[in-house]
């Protein structure tokens, strides 16, 4: 019997292309993903990849990706940025699917802002989800759906393992792409300063919060600045190497998972 993947993609901006290599390698050596989970821009790879986008596509958008593609500016009073120039750019790329239209069970993580409360999108316009998972406090005006205020779920589950385990995944493998983070890079902008201080704030949560993952893969992209689009290629081939490295400790989980369903069988 084989047990079911789930694939857990977090939270960190730019370095989440990362998300890329390790999917790169998940397909090239046959492991087949059963759920899929995102936060932020781990939302953003997880939708375009759960909707069925060849990741040889992905990873040519990824290197001509530039913040023009999600910035359309506003008088600022929820937010720097409205979103919707983002909310377009995700409709095209996921064909203005649903969730239930999708190639693999996927969930996006958003974060109630009103309430405090976390939100797990898992039906309805994955646009919708999106949008709402990578909506960065200061950054983004909240996304309206469903009557709630929602933004970044990383405000509250960084790495989305409890939402992908949720879904019924029996082994979970969690991507964190915030791990180790440089704060030592010159803060120029306005944009430097929030995401700046919300990396800061996370280090130190997830300094004391398990993340429940069976494999965790930590991607060594910390001195990549999480507003540097242009570092795509160096964020892609770190999240490859990673996940080769990974591999063995994957075949080991799912052997030890055998031989415990094996037991369990014979118990019965």
């Not at 969690?174 to 995401?195: A, L, R």
Request: glycine fraction near 10%.
């Amino acid at each position: 019997m084989k047990p079911s993947i789930g694939l857990a993609l977090g939270a960190g901006s730019a370095r989440g292309l990362a998300h890329l290599g390790v999917l790169k390698v998940f397909e090239e050596e046959g492991i087949l993903i059963d759920y899929l989970a995102g936060t932020s821009i781990g939302s953003i790879v997880g939708g375009f990849y759960a909707v069925g986008l060849d990741l040889h596509m992905l990873e040519r958008l990824a290197k001509h990706l530039t913040w023009d593609h999600l910035t359309d500016l506003t008088v600022p009073r929820r937010g720097l940025i409205a979103g919707n120039k983002a909310k377009e750019f995700f409709e095209l790329l996921t064909k203005k699917k649903n969730f239930n239209q999708l190639e693999l069970p996927f969930a996006t993580v958003a974060v109630d802002i009103e309430n405090g409360e976390e939100v797990i999108i898992d039906s309805g316009l994955v646009a919708d989800g999106i949008r709402a998972s990578m909506s960065i406090p200061g950054v983004y005006v909240p996304h309206q759906l469903d009557g709630r205020k929602l933004v970044d779920g990383a405000v509250l589950n960084r790495v989305p393992v409890s939402a992908v385990r949720g879904l019924g995944a029996d082994i979970v493998i969690g991507v964190d792409v915030s791990h180790k983070v440089n704060y030592k890079s010159e803060v120029s902008t306005i944009f430097d300063v929030i995401m700046n201080s919300i990396d800061i704030m996370q280090q130190e949560i997830t300094k004391h919060k398990n993340h429940g993952a069976d494999l965790l893969i930590r991607p060594p992209v910390g001195h990549i600045k999480s507003t540097d689009l242009d570092q795509a290629r160096e964020c892609i081939d770190l999240g490859y190497q990673s996940a080769k490295e990974a591999i063995p400790k994957f075949k080991n989980l799912i052997e030890e998972w055998n031989m415990d369903e094996e037991k369990r069988v014979n118990q019965e």
